[in-house]
């Protein structure tokens, strides 16, 4: 069945180190969608950024992420983290219903 | 635009009560979805409803799970009855539907059972 991983439950990194959250998935549908979703404490969570599209770079307040269906990926990636992005982030697949991974926890340290 | 709102945002209940929890989706949206988030589980789904009919049901949280959605812009979660282990964050989302729209999330309601 549908499913999506995240491998790494915790990541810490130091300020102005480049993240990469990793992602894959496992689908029949070839036209699936791909979300980030990022949940900052004490608020709701909300997009990050989402695409359907092979190969093409999708960008959103310095986040970046490629879908690449030859490698069912959806990495999710920031040039230089920000004590700011410190956060709670799902990847997530869309189809005839949604699935989400079970979270990576970013923790930014100065 | 207001978003989706979830009361209460705190509960507090003993072992063994019933409790309610409320969800205001965004207005025209026609996916309504419950969820319990965990730090070992993630997000996990207890109701996913299209149009106010209910298409799942979360499977094994049916038991003491009940969640229903009488108009298209109010729904709730009935936990009966509370135990310890239903301590956690809970999650209402919205969106348009079709799997290219957006989830829309309330801020949650955080359950704890003494």
């Known amino acids: 069945g549908d499913s999506v991983t995240q491998k790494e439950g915790l990541v810490t990194l130091t300020e102005g180190l480049p993240v990469m959250l990793n992602c894959t998935y496992q689908t029949i549908y070839s036209n699936a969608f791909l979300f980030w979703y990022v949940h900052y404490l004490n608020e709701s969570p909300r997009l990050l950024l989402k695409s359907s599209t092979d190969n093409k770079r999708t960008e959103h307040q310095g986040f970046h992420a490629t879908l690449h269906k030859s490698s069912s990926s959806f990495h999710l990636q920031k040039s230089s983290a920000q004590l700011s992005d410190s956060a709670l982030y799902y990847c997530?697949?869309?189809?005839?219903?949604?699935?989400f991974g079970d979270g990576t926890q970013l923790v930014v340290k100065p | 635009d207001a978003g989706v709102t979830q009361t209460p945002r705190h509960e507090v209940a003993e072992k063994g009560q019933t409790i309610i929890l409320k969800c205001e989706p965004v207005?025209?949206?026609?996916?309504l979805f419950w969820y319990r988030q965990t730090k070992i589980q993630g997000l996990e789904l207890l109701s996913y409803f299209r149009s106010k009919s209910l298409m799942e049901d979360g499977g094994a949280f049916k038991d003491r799970f009940k969640a229903e959605m009488l108009n298209s812009s109010f729904s709730t979660l009935k936990i009966q009855p509370t135990e310890p282990k239903d301590s956690a964050v809970y999650l209402c989302a919205s969106s348009l539907g079709g799997r290219a729209e957006t989830l829309y999330f309330g801020s949650g309601t955080r359950l704890t059972v003494l």
């Open positions: 207005s025209g949206h026609n996916d």
């Open positions: 997530a697949l869309s189809n005839n219903r949604i699935f």
